[in-house]
């Protein structure tokens, strides 16, 4: 079977992996399964602590084995948990499910962008990232119609069909996916199994320990991934128990009309980024980053405090876009930094786990606030674990992305 361009497979699943919509499955947490907000936030605290366990080894793997095999693993594995969920009545086995989707994901974390950045090279990777975003938004606005009208017949039937489309993708991966960019070492130069994983894992480490920008990264993601835990968990209870909707129209249908408007929007507004980033310094790069982060920091606080329906639905719909604009800018800047090839899923892991460390250590604080105070209280304290990290943004800006006072130290590099 003949593999397809690079760019082409890129392409398509960029627009089927964001077919499915996290808002069904929230909903069908909420609604059919009756999970508290504790229960919500835990469920992507095991989901974070198994990312936060296997995100580098697994990193580690698609940089010394195949970034190709390691992908189709994750897909089918994300795809097959995402359907057993919508199969489930527990609330504890949806918890588990979602752990074991958490082990799926990492092998595609770093993976995809480190396979991509190698097969059309690095200084093509953010207009191409950029492109495939908009990309994204159609996805996401043909899978926001398709399974929201299929909940409004069944909400299991859309959390099934989500599930599917990411083993679809997982399908594709194996039959048309080129990997001409990545060579493993020849097998005369191969140590065993493990010791070449510990290896890259080393050299990966040492790759991020000596590049302070990196380190600024991590550190960053920490705090980004505390504060995401509480807004992307207790989002739709808040609204639903809090705020309330107008029971003419199903739940399903309200989130996807958001994310319908937040799609259309995006889809131009990425338009814009792609030539404000495709021929900017990397300091550019970083000042736009830092105002999208800033802007999630104000929408987040004002959507926790909202009183009304209009106010509360305006700030998810303003969230979303500047997240989904964050996301591939933020990647492009990190690969800007990445200069060894042969440890670029490994590096890409690394601040991934700061990501999933931040949302299991801060998820479980943040539903013990929602349970005793309110999810209000549990949204708002989320929001302001954003201050630190925008601090941090604003130290690698300052010194675009240099330490000086630490240069010259022992052991500095």
Same mark, same amino acid.
């Given at each position: 079977?003949?593999?397809?361009?690079?760019?082409?497979?890129?392409?398509? +699943?960029?627009?089927?992996?964001?077919?499915?919509?996290?808002?069904?499955?929230?909903?069908?947490?909420?609604?059919?399964?009756?999970?508290?907000?504790?229960?919500?936030?835990?469920?992507?605290?095991?989901? &974070? !602590?198994?990312?936060?366990?296997?995100?580098?080894?697994?990193?580690?793997? !698609?940089?010394?084995?195949?970034?190709?095999?390691?992908?189709?693993?994750?897909?089918?594995?994300? $795809?097959?948990?995402?359907?057993?969920?919508?199969?489930?009545?527990?609330?504890?086995?949806?918890?588990?499910?979602?752990?074991?989707?958490?082990?799926?994901?990492?092998?595609?974390? $770093?993976?995809?962008?480190?396979?991509?950045?190698?097969?059309?090279?690095?200084?093509?990777?953010?207009?191409?990232?950029?492109?495939?975003?908009?990309?994204?938004?159609?996805?996401?606005?043909?899978?926001?119609?398709?399974?929201?009208?299929?909940?409004?017949?069944?909400?299991?039937?859309?959390?099934?069909?989500?599930?599917?489309?990411?083993?679809?993708?997982?399908?594709?991966?194996?039959?048309?996916?080129?990997?001409?960019?990545?060579?493993?070492?020849?097998?005369?130069?191969?140590?065993?199994?493990? !010791?070449?994983?510990?290896?890259? %894992?080393?050299?990966?480490?040492?790759?991020?320990?000596?590049?302070?920008?990196?380190?600024?990264?991590?550190?960053?993601?920490?705090? %980004?991934?505390?504060?995401?835990?509480?807004?992307?968990?207790?989002?739709?209870?808040?609204?639903?128990?809090?705020?309330?909707?107008?029971?003419?129209?199903?739940?399903?249908?309200?989130? $996807?009309?958001?994310?319908?408007?937040?799609?259309?929007?995006?889809?131009?507004?990425?338009?814009?980024?792609?030539?404000?980033? &495709?021929?900017?310094?990397?300091?550019?790069?970083?000042?736009?980053?830092?105002? +999208?982060?800033?802007?999630?920091?104000?929408?987040?606080?004002?959507?926790?405090?909202?009183?009304?329906?209009?106010? !509360?639905?305006?700030?998810?719909?303003?969230?979303?876009?500047?997240?989904? +604009?964050?996301?591939?800018?933020?990647?492009?800047?990190?690969?800007?930094?990445?200069?060894?090839?042969?440890?670029?899923?490994?590096?890409?892991?690394?601040?991934?786990?700061?990501?999933?460390?931040?949302?299991?250590?801060?998820?479980?604080?943040?539903?013990?606030?929602?349970?005793?105070?309110?999810?209000?209280?549990?949204?708002?304290?989320?929001?302001?674990?954003?201050?630190?990290? +925008?601090?941090?943004?604003?130290?690698?800006?300052?010194?675009?992305?240099?330490?000086?006072?630490?240069?010259?130290?022992?052991?500095?590099?």
């Amino acid at each position: 079977m003949s593999r397809w361009p690079a760019l082409r497979i890129f392409n398509v +699943l960029e627009v089927l992996l964001p077919m499915p919509t996290w808002i069904v499955v929230a909903i069908y947490l909420v609604r059919d399964l009756h999970m508290s907000p504790l229960q919500l936030v835990l469920m992507g605290t095991v989901m &974070e !602590a198994a990312v936060f366990l296997f995100e580098v080894p697994t990193g580690v793997v !698609a940089d010394t084995y195949s970034r190709r095999a390691s992908l189709a693993a994750g897909f089918l594995g994300m $795809g097959l948990c995402s359907a057993l969920v919508g199969f489930t009545t527990s609330a504890f086995a949806a918890i588990v499910l979602w752990g074991l989707w958490g082990f799926s994901y990492t092998f595609t974390s $770093g993976a995809y962008q480190a396979w991509l950045a190698d097969e059309i090279g690095v200084e093509n990777l953010g207009p191409a990232l950029l492109r495939g975003a908009r990309l994204g938004f159609v996805g996401s606005l043909l899978g926001l119609g398709g399974l929201v009208a299929l909940s409004t017949v069944s909400l299991r039937a859309s959390v099934i069909a989500g599930g599917a489309i990411t083993i679809a993708c997982g399908v594709l991966t194996i039959a048309f996916m080129p990997e001409h960019g990545f060579t493993r070492k020849p097998r005369g130069e191969r140590a065993a199994p493990w !010791a070449e994983l510990a290896q890259t %894992a080393k050299a990966g480490a040492r790759f991020v320990r000596a590049r302070n920008l990196l380190l600024l990264l991590f550190v960053s993601e920490l705090f %980004a991934g505390m504060s995401s835990e509480a807004y992307d968990r207790l989002r739709e209870a808040h609204v639903l128990r809090d705020i309330g909707l107008p029971h003419t129209v199903a739940p399903a249908v309200w989130f $996807g009309a958001v994310g319908a408007v937040a799609t259309v929007f995006g889809f131009f507004a990425v338009g814009r980024l792609i030539r404000h980033v &495709e021929h900017r310094p990397t300091s550019d790069v970083a000042r736009i980053l830092f105002l +999208l982060l800033a802007a999630v920091f104000v929408l987040e606080l004002l959507f926790a405090q909202a009183g009304s329906l209009g106010v !509360a639905l305006g700030a998810i719909l303003l969230v979303s876009l500047a997240r989904s +604009l964050f996301a591939p800018v933020y990647m492009t800047w990190l690969n800007q930094q990445i200069t060894d090839s042969s440890v670029r899923a490994t590096v890409i892991s690394i601040t991934g786990q700061a990501d999933a460390i931040g949302q299991a250590a801060g998820g479980p604080a943040l539903g013990a606030i929602g349970n005793v105070w309110g999810l209000r209280t549990a949204l708002t304290a989320g929001a302001l674990v954003l201050v630190p990290a +925008l601090g941090f943004y604003g130290r690698a800006l300052r010194h675009d992305g240099r330490e000086p006072e630490l240069e010259g130290l022992p052991g500095a590099a």
